[in-house]
């Protein structure tokens, strides 16, 4: 099992609830002792002239699993202009770290579930997706299963399947296991209540025993990460690594039963 953390999880949230953190190095420095492999950096647009990615620094090979283009969470995702404008540098940026995936928040704002978004926002991606056959554009999304299929136009187009989003949106995992588990690159591993908020891992209504049950089934093999609830601030190392161990012992038991 693959599994990492969306960026910020083991910091105190001092530059936002999920930001990249300033001591960004601090985090990466800490993945094994916390029993995770990864980290998906963020790139917000409240700090995106602050990143410090843009800045090119060493960053361990293979530690970074993604970037999350935060940014797009906006009203003009289907300008594609504004598309561009965050695109272009994210893009430059992950084949600058051989970072294979980048990833699409098509939540709230950015939503694209009315039809006429949808098709601007494709025509904005459009030229991007076949200007980097190399990345692997991931859309994380809160939409029924046909509009997500609407998606997916290329070879490098996948799913950031987020179970606390599906779960929360009264999609049922199984259908949506079944029907995108080939083009699922990333799991973001959160427990929600059923039209409610993030909570701590195993007390909500999503049904983790399913999920990893049918993940284990059709073989998944890509990565999983974490964005579970966050718990008392300056207790994060602790709790991500307590979260470690229950995911892991979890998918496990379920692998032996495969």
Wanted: negative net charge; glycine residues 6%.
């Amino acid at each position: 099992m693959r599994l990492g953390i969306i960026q910020g999880r083991l910091s105190p949230p001092a530059n936002g609830f999920q930001e990249c953190p300033d001591n960004w190095r601090r985090e990466i420095e800490l993945l094994d002792s916390v029993g995770i492999d990864h980290v998906e950096w963020i790139i917000t647009k409240d700090r995106w002239t602050e990143n410090p990615i843009w800045l090119l620094p060493d960053i361990p090979q293979n530690t970074v699993s993604s970037i999350c283009v935060d940014a797009l969470v906006d009203s003009e995702i289907s300008n594609s202009e504004y598309v561009a404008k965050h695109l272009s540098s994210a893009c430059s940026t992950a084949h600058h770290y051989g970072i294979s995936r980048v990833t699409i928040p098509l939540l709230e704002k950015s939503s694209v579930e009315d039809p006429r978004i949808r098709l601007k926002f494709l025509e904005g991606l459009l030229p991007f997706l076949k200007g980097n056959p190399g990345l692997d554009f991931s859309f994380e999304t809160e939409l029924g299963l046909d509009k997500v299929e609407q998606l997916l136009v290329t070879d490098n187009t996948s799913l950031t399947y987020d179970t606390g989003n599906t779960t929360s949106y009264g999609i049922r995992h199984k259908e949506y296991i079944e029907r995108f588990h080939d083009r699922i690159s990333n799991v973001h591993l959160k427990d929600r209540k059923m039209n409610g908020t993030s909570v701590k891992p195993f007390t909500g209504d999503t049904d983790f025993d399913e999920i990893f049950k049918l993940l284990a089934m059709k073989n998944y093999d890509k990565d999983f990460t974490m964005q579970f609830a966050r718990g008392d601030s300056g207790e994060e190392e602790q709790l991500i690594a307590t979260y470690a161990t229950q995911v892991r012992n979890k998918y496990d038991e379920h692998l032996r039963q495969v």
